[in-house]
């Protein structure tokens, strides 16, 4: 084994056990954040990762993924070639308008917009961080930017592809930023849920928990998505359904996130 070692040090707990008289040794190797990962012994190749059926060997696609999952959170905040002049502003002004009702006396509301954005992380040094662009980048920015840049919303009239007579009957395959694709799918999303009437404090309710719920997986598909992967984000609406599916991966297992109050954003500037 002289020469062969594991390439980041692995702290692992051990404990002794007396079972049925045999001695019995018990490993504990915690789960490594996402900035330490790929973790492999001696050769690249000797990287695995755990499924559902057990630990099995990483392909070279899953472990390139690894590798951009370790620095993405930098990849998001980096500047790229575009300036402020390049963005479109029209997004920008209609982000300003809702910014201010939403937090009325705020700040950054007498900020000019330039200065807005570096507060946001939308601009670094004068140029537009990778976040910034995929917020309230144009098309041409982000069709130049990332390879396979498309966010798909498809409505399928059946419980499947197989069952329907038909693929889709409406689709909208948005090459637009994130800020104005989130308002033309949840526009759409919203025709899709029964809205019941209720009155809360003598007027009706507009915002029932089932459209808080869509709202709120919307956007964190839009917040957690690798846009660097070839992978596009899509929404599926079945007639039994909604289906939200990205390219991201949670950063610990779905229990301890339902337990705890926790939140990582894959794309801090985005969200």
């Known amino acids: 084994m002289r020469g062969e070692k594991f390439n980041k040090k692995i702290e692992v707990k051990s404990k002794k056990y007396e079972l049925d008289d045999k001695d019995v040794l018990a490993f504990y190797i915690p789960q490594r954040s996402s900035r330490d990962k790929p973790i492999y012994f001696n050769s690249l190749k000797n990287t695995f990762i755990r499924t559902a059926s057990g630990d099995q060997r990483a392909t070279p696609e899953e472990t390139d993924f690894l590798y951009r999952a370790s620095s993405y959170e930098d990849k998001i905040k980096e500047p790229t070639k575009f300036i402020f002049e390049d963005l479109d502003m029209e997004s920008v002004k209609r982000y300003r308008i809702y910014f201010s009702n939403v937090n009325p006396g705020h700040r950054y509301t007498e900020l000019t917009d330039e200065d807005f954005l570096h507060k946001l992380g939308v601009l670094e040094d004068g140029r537009v961080t990778n976040g910034g662009l995929l917020v309230f980048g144009t098309e041409d920015m ?41 308002f033309d799918i ?86």
């Not at 809205?195 to 957690?224: F, M, T, W």
């Not at 660097?228 to 949670?250: C, H, K, M, Q, W």
């Open 186 to 271: 949840y526009e759409r999303l919203v025709k899709k849920v029964d809205i019941p009437h209720r009155i809360v404090g003598g007027q009706r309710d507009d915002n029932p928990p089932q459209l808080q719920a869509i709202r709120e997986a919307l956007v964190n598909l839009l917040i957690h998505t690798d846009y660097f992967s070839r992978a596009n984000p899509r929404i599926r609406v079945f007639t039994d359904r909604l289906e939200f599916f990205n390219s991201g991966s949670l950063p610990k297992k779905l229990e301890l996130i339902i337990e705890g109050d926790f939140s990582l954003p894959k794309n801090p500037v985005v969200a």
């Open 142 to 182: 982000l069709m130049a930017t990332y390879a396979n840049y498309r966010i798909e919303y498809l409505e399928v009239p059946d419980i499947s592809y197989e069952d329907g007579q038909t693929r889709y009957t409406y689709r909208i395959s948005s090459e637009q930023n994130l800020y104005n694709t989130f």
